[in-house]
């Protein structure tokens, strides 16, 4: 649990030093890099750690990510320059891969079926701890200490959750002798590194019908199909294709893809049109979005009961009903129902969220021998992760475009950088009246549309959960 807050709070940590850091180090052009490279890095990796875990063991694996992880951390710390600080999180984004899948896969190996849906539970509520503290943790540094500790801090918890590993996790001796598929792993990064690329950066780095977009497109598909071809003949494959099968794997996975997408969108976009179409300060912003991590622990603990009790199908169906209940919230929300409402239209996706991914993560690890949990709870997070990717991009390009066809529709000579200025009182002042309301409105419709997509989604995930297996959940005979 330790290791997961270490990971998980690094993204709202870091998100509320970042400000101060660009005025610092300069470069503002590059600001999304440092969030991007992180996310690259960590993503690409992910699956290879899972099976790297299932090769050599969970600790040594462990050891490794945990320690390249809080090596970026440090140096971190120590850039003086936006470049050096995009290349230090690369290092981090490296390490950070092998955190999160592989302290989950310890828990499902330690721990039996009827243990692991509570334990899971448990696991969840990091993710909501480190949702409300990461950013006071991170305005405390920067306001009374200095950014670098932002990065520093993570390195005694860190260090801390290495011991307790070392001390307590006592493995199997493992017999099988190691094979590495360096061939695919090397597809595999240079496939998904080009098309998380594309998202990432498409359409603001470069369009996304330029002669780049098409050479990256193309490089990944073409190094997606020679990894295919590379894991169809390889001894002991990086992916194992067989576990994806199993429909209880196929498609919890799949819905991990949905939900990744949706909670990216709220996460992104709710604090803006609090702030700049209601008019509230960002602490009430940022209360509406914290519903949401209260509803996911309280939800995941639920599950784990509920899990032994009913089974994954009608865990996962409740989950699912939540998220479409609470995208449909947002997409009747308006200025004139207030924050409140915002609230609780974030609370029921927390409550869908923690009740899908509890279930997932519990029945997937049941589903499989132990010499493959770690590759498919890696390939969950990895899910996961993609999902979040795309969501950036499809919702990112939704809000611009929405935005620009508003301000050509009604003749304005705004851009989409002027929102900026209304989403602090500061800013709205600066603005005069009859413009200010053209813009929130503007915002408004435009976000509204992203709310609309967020809801296709939740429907998507729904329709996806009803074709998962009825039944209790099993462990797998050959645990």
């Not at 320059?81 to 330690?110: F, K």
């Not at 199997?172 to 080009?194: C, E, M, N, V, W």
């Not at 499809?394 to 475009?401: E, R």
Request: with cysteine.
């Amino acid at each position: 649990m330790l290791a997961m807050f270490v990971s998980a709070v690094e993204a709202t940590i870091v998100t509320t030093a970042m400000p101060t850091i660009a005025s610092e180090l300069g470069g503002f052009s590059r600001y999304s890099w440092i969030f991007s490279s992180y996310l690259l890095m960590s993503t690409v990796t992910v699956l290879i750690y899972g099976k790297l875990a299932d090769i050599f063991g969970r600790k040594p694996v462990f050891f490794i990510g945990l320690a390249i992880f809080l090596l970026g951390s440090v140096l971190c710390g120590f850039a003086v320059s936006m470049e050096q600080l995009i290349v230090y999180r690369l290092i981090q984004g490296l390490g950070a891969g092998a955190v999160m899948p592989i302290a989950t896969t310890i828990v499902g190996d330690i721990y039996t079926t009827e243990e692991r849906a509570k334990i899971q539970g448990y696991l969840s509520s990091v993710w909501g701890i480190s949702a409300v503290s990461g950013p006071v943790i991170g305005g405390l540094l920067v306001q009374y200490v200095n950014w670098q500790f932002v990065f520093w801090v993570n390195v005694p918890l860190g260090l801390l959750s290495m011991a307790g590993i070392y001390l307590f996790l006592h493995e199997p001796k493992r017999t099988q002798k190691a094979s590495i598929d360096y061939k695919g792993a090397f597809l595999l990064t240079a496939g998904l590194s080009s098309i998380l690329i594309w998202l990432v950066e498409g359409g603001q780095a470069f369009g996304r019908l330029s002669a780049i977009s098409l050479l990256l497109l193309s490089l990944s598909a073409v190094m997606f199909f020679l990894f295919f071809s590379q894991e169809k003949k390889a001894a002991n494959p990086l992916i194992s294709f067989s576990i994806w099968k199993n429909p209880v794997i196929l498609y919890a996975n799949l819905v991990s893809l949905t939900t990744g997408i949706i909670l990216i969108g709220i996460s992104s976009y709710l604090p803006t049109y609090v702030s700049g179409v209601m008019e509230q300060p960002a602490i009430i912003a940022g209360f509406t979005l914290t519903t949401m991590s209260i509803g996911w622990p309280l939800a995941s603990s639920m599950a784990g009961h509920l899990l032994l009790r009913f089974g994954p199908f009608l865990v996962s169906f409740a989950g699912g009903i939540s998220l479409v209940i609470g995208a449909l919230m947002f997409v009747f929300m308006t200025a004139v129902l207030g924050p409140v409402w915002a609230a609780c239209s974030s609370f029921f996706i927390g409550v869908g969220m923690g009740l899908t991914n509890t279930s997932f993560i519990v029945t997937i690890q049941g589903a499989v021998p132990r010499e493959q949990r770690g590759s498919a709870t890696a390939a969950n997070m990895f899910m996961k992760n993609f999902g979040n990717t795309i969501g950036a991009s499809v919702f990112g390009a939704i809000l611009n475009g929405a935005l620009l066809s508003y301000f050509a529709s009604n003749q304005l000579t705004n851009t989409v950088d002027d929102v900026n200025t209304m989403l602090t009182n500061e800013g709205r002042k600066s603005i005069p009246s009859h413009e200010l309301v053209s813009l929130q409105e503007g915002l408004a419709n435009s976000l509204h549309w992203v709310y609309l997509a967020i809801f296709v989604f939740a429907l998507i995930s729904l329709l996806l959960i009803l074709r998962i297996p009825r039944g209790k959940v099993y462990e797998h005979v050959n645990n």
